[in-house]
């Protein structure tokens, strides 16, 4: 029997509630497949870790965490600790410990959601965004001087390094080249950026001469929003920096449907650490603990995690499963304009899952 160590850390807010959705799938998969098992160990590091420990995870963290396959990952943030408290001391660290340099956010229309977009309803937006996800914007480099003085200084820097940008290059066009289409788009937004992002778009001109057969087009930033609204079906696998790729990939979600069905994995693709899968979203004070928050993202993100563990059929089935539920209107949680709750989108789910699903 094959047997994977999953690390479990549902963290805050409605990451406690769609991490607990997300178990229930998988134990619904391991008895339905039987070839393989997982083992979850639950990690209660977060918000509440903090407020009790003053860290928002033990100091030998990745040490611990290093022995398992994957990380099943909730969400982070909280109504009163400050946001670069809890994100620094939790997710980015892991993401940057572990070199997870290459962070997947796949979008697609899944059957019976509607889009925002007119004429939208499936094929037409099948996207993967491909993040940079250790260096760029959030490399954490900068300061503050003069602390409250009227000459109080604050530099964020974003870093571009050659390894950085070659690697996250390479691994957006082979990812593109494994898509039929074989269609990458590198966005950048060097025409006001002119050192980082230059560099950026000469590598990406460099490193694209090893995929002859990956067409590619550059797009800036600020354009690219509006492509994705206009002309979805222009785009297949899009490659952007860290904060352009996370505002980027929170509306691709929404073109979707709702942040609630955005899943993500943060991958390290020389597989020297565990890789961590999680939701899109945040904690979503607005909904914490009502019972409504969407736990579709957190199955998507569990189908990517079966898959990176090689457990493709498992992966498909969970998927097929998710997509046969989403066609009923009523397994829509809020967010999709249904009223369906949290438990009875992860009964229907599970009852899918056992069904014969093909
Ligand atoms: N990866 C992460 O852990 C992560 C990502 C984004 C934001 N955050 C943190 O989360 C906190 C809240 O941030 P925010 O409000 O900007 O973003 P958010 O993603 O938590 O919520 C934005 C909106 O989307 C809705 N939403 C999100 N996920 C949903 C789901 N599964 N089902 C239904 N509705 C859903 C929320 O109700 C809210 O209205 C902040 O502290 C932020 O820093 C963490």
Redesign the pocket.
Same mark, same amino acid.
């Given at each position: 029997m094959r047997t994977h160590k999953i690390a479990v850390i549902p963290?805050d &807010?409605?990451?406690k509630e769609?991490i607990a959705a997300g178990l229930k799938a998988m134990e619904a998969l391991q008895a339905r497949c039987g070839d393989f098992a997982m083992t979850f160990e639950h990690f209660p590091w977060g918000s509440d870790y903090y407020r009790a420990h003053g860290r928002m995870m033990d100091a030998d963290g990745l040490e611990r965490l290093k022995k398992f396959d994957a990380i099943y990952f909730g969400?982070? &943030?909280?109504p009163v600790i400050p =946001?670069s408290i809890? *994100?620094w001391g939790l997710?980015l660290p892991i993401c940057q410990g572990f070199d997870q340099y290459a962070n997947v956010r796949p979008t697609r229309v899944l059957p019976g959601l509607t889009s925002p977009l007119r004429h939208v309803n499936g094929p037409e937006l099948d996207w993967v965004i491909v993040r940079e996800n250790s260096e760029g914007e959030y490399a954490g480099h900068g300061g503050r001087a003069h602390r409250g003085f009227p000459e109080e200084v604050g530099t964020e820097t974003a870093v571009f390094t050659r390894t950085g940008v070659t690697r996250i290059m390479r691994f957006a066009h082979k990812l593109a080249a494994s898509r039929p289409r074989k269609l990458l788009t590198i966005v950048t937004k060097s025409n006001a950026q002119r050192h980082g992002m230059v560099m950026w778009d000469e590598i990406a001109a460099e490193v694209g001469r090893e995929f002859p057969d990956v067409t590619v087009d550059k797009m800036l930033v600020d354009a690219m929003t509006q492509r994705m609204v206009l002309n979805p079906a222009s785009l297949d696998t899009i490659v952007a920096t860290n904060l352009h790729a996370d505002i980027l990939s929170d509306l691709a979600a929404a073109l979707a449907g709702? *942040?609630?069905v955005g899943p993500t994995g943060n991958i390290d693709p020389e597989g020297r650490f565990p890789s961590m899968f999680?939701?899109?979203? &945040?904690?979503?004070? =607005?909904?914490t603990g009502k019972g409504?928050?969407?736990?579709v993202?957190t199955f998507w993100t569990g189908a990517m995690m079966l898959d990176h563990l090689g457990e493709h059929a498992a992966a498909k089935r969970l998927m097929t499963a998710v997509e046969l539920i989403t066609r009923d209107p009523a397994n829509h949680?809020? =967010?999709l304009g249904g009223n369906a709750s949290t438990a009875k989108v992860t009964d229907a789910v599970c009852e899918a899952i056992r069904s014969s699903n093909e």
């Open positions: 963290a &807010g409605i990451g769609v969400a982070v &943030g909280d =946001d809890t *994100l997710r709702s *942040l609630g999680e939701p899109i979203h &945040g904690s979503a004070f =607005d909904i409504i928050a969407n736990p993202a949680t809020p =967010d």
